[in-house]
């Protein structure tokens, strides 16, 4: 399967902690920059005061949960893809699933289930939409995309006439 051709799994572990460091810090910032506007003191500089403190406050802290989880979910799924020998979308789901139950495990076994629940849904979503959009495209190009070829590889007698004369009389 093509979508899974990712990088190994030792770097794909810091790849995503990274990427979903940043995606929360940058989701963050910005639900951070409306909240800590709304909440503060009318006056223009009251309110972009609030909403500057308010990001640096806690921007990276979502940055720094979501890359946990990112780490986690990663983790478990170079795990599934070691024990298991392949690649598919049943090592994600059980990947969030674990991630969400581990998450939660402070919380006691009710929400260690709950969590996972919620986990191993939120990802076969994910996949499955991964795996109808696929075939949406796939459908769309039945027999492949089609490319026009290389004109510097055709000779002179299969090169296409120009609709303003006959350029091969002066090669």
């Given at each position: 399967?093509e979508?899974?051709?990712?990088?190994?799994?030792?770097?794909?572990i810091?790849?995503?902690c990274?990427?979903?460091f940043?995606?929360g810090?940058?989701?963050g910032?910005i639900?951070?920059?409306?909240?800590?506007?709304?909440?503060?003191?009318v006056?223009v500089?009251?309110?972009?005061?609030?909403?500057l403190?308010?990001i640096?406050?806690?921007?990276p802290?979502?940055g720094?949960s979501?890359a946990?989880?990112?780490g986690?979910?990663?983790?478990?799924d170079?795990?599934?893809?070691q024990?298991r020998?392949?690649e598919?979308?049943?090592?994600s789901?059980t990947?969030?699933?674990?991630?969400?139950?581990?998450?939660?495990?402070?919380?006691?076994?009710?929400?260690?289930?709950?969590?996972?629940?919620?986990g191993?849904?939120l990802?076969?979503l994910i996949?499955?939409a991964?795996?109808?959009?696929?075939?949406?495209?796939?459908a769309?190009?039945?027999?492949?995309?089609?490319?026009?070829e290389?004109?510097s590889q055709?000779?002179?007698?299969q090169?296409?006439s120009?609709?303003f004369?006959d350029?091969?009389q002066?090669?």
């Amino acid at each position: 399967m093509e979508e899974y051709a990712r990088e190994p799994c030792p770097w794909r572990i810091v790849d995503d902690c990274g990427g979903a460091f940043t995606m929360g810090t940058i989701g963050g910032g910005i639900f951070q920059a409306i909240k800590g506007f709304r909440n503060s003191p009318v006056g223009v500089n009251h309110r972009l005061r609030g909403s500057l403190t308010a990001i640096k406050t806690r921007a990276p802290q979502l940055g720094g949960s979501f890359a946990v989880w990112g780490g986690l979910f990663s983790m478990i799924d170079c795990s599934m893809v070691q024990v298991r020998g392949k690649e598919d979308p049943w090592n994600s789901i059980t990947s969030g699933a674990l991630t969400g139950a581990i998450l939660a495990a402070r919380n006691g076994p009710v929400a260690m289930v709950g969590s996972a629940a919620m986990g191993g849904i939120l990802l076969a979503l994910i996949e499955g939409a991964g795996i109808l959009l696929t075939r949406f495209a796939s459908a769309q190009f039945p027999n492949g995309p089609q490319f026009a070829e290389d004109p510097s590889q055709l000779s002179s007698t299969q090169l296409p006439s120009s609709p303003f004369g006959d350029y091969r009389q002066y090669q």
